[in-house]
């Protein structure tokens, strides 16, 4: 069965179920995830993008911003709520909750002039990444100001802190200096993104790519595909995020026309194998006969030998991420918009791939589920409109009501190319977070501040804290940062 004999993506229905995830609060189920917020709103709002961009209509409109679902006043209020999470010391905050006032998020060395961070570990990269994704998502005109207000210096610095020796990368760097978070390839993702968005190498900020490149060679296993680091199991996720991560640093190669893929090539040392361990996690999907779990054994990729055959195509393909493992929506996802970025998305049948997507797990409110049978969330939701998007681009054609997509930024393409244009302003435009002027910005704050008191009040606290058998981090964390106490009662 092709893509052509299937009915088409309900887009109006998709539509109603962004705009209820836009407009109101999302059930209590995402409570606990609460610390990515930013990581839900970029579901949500690149979601409405790709549903109202340009290329999504078959008649691009004569007012782009007028035919998007994100309004020019929205735009404007959420890119100010992105930029409210920058830390003042790089990098950005997953939420609100994360932000602090500036009394409580840095410290300053007065002999030696230097500013560090007092909470280290409310910034992280993946809230970065996604601040400057949403940020291009959100920009007007053609995207050129899209990074304006970001503290570009400090993010790469901080960015830089978060490589380990082995070329790895954490998340986060914790309250005692150290790298925090695993050592998987998303994190060398997020890593190569903000890198090539904010212009690192030109910046003179760039980290050491040459170690991050060796670390993704290492997570190559025997099978072919990759796993979280050396010696994992290997995982189409991971897959996807170290073949990312090296287009992403091909992107930003000055030499990338003398040298096509010198980072892929690099960091892949068995590509074809890659192909086939991708290829080999598509599988024919079987309706189960009832609700008994044990149906859920005919849905593992391990079928009976004597009953193959070549005679009949299967009729819908679902996708797991290892073997021996159920069909996910989002491995649709990771699978086709890897091999679309190694030129090899012809292997997927994309009618079966779609018939799974369309008819086993989108939902009758809009939206898609992890598997059959489930809830929608805006994770799967948002993966299966990126898989549908990327399997037609790799056919040469379009899903209808979906814009034009870049698998490599997981984004549609008109955002992607306002990035690219945020980038070039930053060599054309001064540097508005120059090292200069934050420092006159900090020196005035400080005045404003009368830092030096403060610091000293902090101080005795902290020996206050410690002769009474307490944790001084653990004791203002108590404090709500929007109503701070009076730190002369404190000391009293």
Known sequence: MTASDQPPLDTARHIRYWQRCYRSVLPQDYTSNDSIRLTLGFFIVAALDLLSSPSSYSEPPKDPLKASLISPADRTRLRAYVLSLQHPQGGFCGSPNHVFPLRYTTDYDAINRVESARDPANANIAATFFALILLAV????????????????????????????????????????????????????????????????????????????????????????????????????????????????????????AEPDRYLHAGIPDIPSLVHFLACRQFEYIEPDSDDEADESRNHPLPDLS???????????????????????????????????????????????????????????????????????????????????????????????LGKFDPRLCIGAEAANRIAKAREALLTQEDEDSDDEWREETERIKKELDWDNLQETIARLETKWKAEGKVPMHEMDKWNPFHPPNLDDETA
Not at 180 to 208: K, N, S, V
Not at 234 to 256: I, K, T
Not at 325 to 339: E, F, I, N, Q, R
């Open 138 to 257: 959100l920009a007007e005109d053609d995207g050129s100001k899209a990074f304006e207000g970001i503290n570009r210096e400090k993010t790469l610095r901080w960015l830089k802190t978060l490589q380990r020796d082995d070329g790895s990368f954490g998340e986060i760097i914790d309250e005692n200096g150290f790298v925090g978070g695993g050592r998987d390839m998303r994190y060398c993702y997020l890593a190569a993104t903000i890198r090539w968005a904010l212009r690192a190498p030109e910046a003179g900020q760039d980290f050491d790519v040459d170690a991050m490149v060796a670390h993704i060679r290492r997570g190559q296993t025997f099978d072919g595909g990759l796993g979280e680091s050396s010696t994992h199991e290997s995982h189409a996720g991971y897959a996807y995020c170290a073949v990312a991560a090296l287009s992403m640093l091909d992107l930003a190669n000055p030499n990338a026309a």
């Open 307 to 401: 009953t193959l055959t070549l005679s009949e195509e299967p009729q819908v393909v679902g996708f797991n991420g290892r073997l021996n493992k159920l069909a996910d929506t989002c491995y649709v996802w990771w699978v086709s918009g890897t091999l679309s970025m190694l030129g090899a998305g012809q292997v997927i049948d994309r009618g079966p791939a779609r018939k799974f997507i369309i008819d086993k797990t989108q939902h009758m409110i809009g939206g898609f589920a992890k598997s059959p049978g489930g809830p929608p969330d805006v994770y799967h939701a948002y993966l299966g409109l990126a898989a549908l998007a990327t399997m037609a681009g790799d056919e040469g054609s379009k899903e209808e009501g």
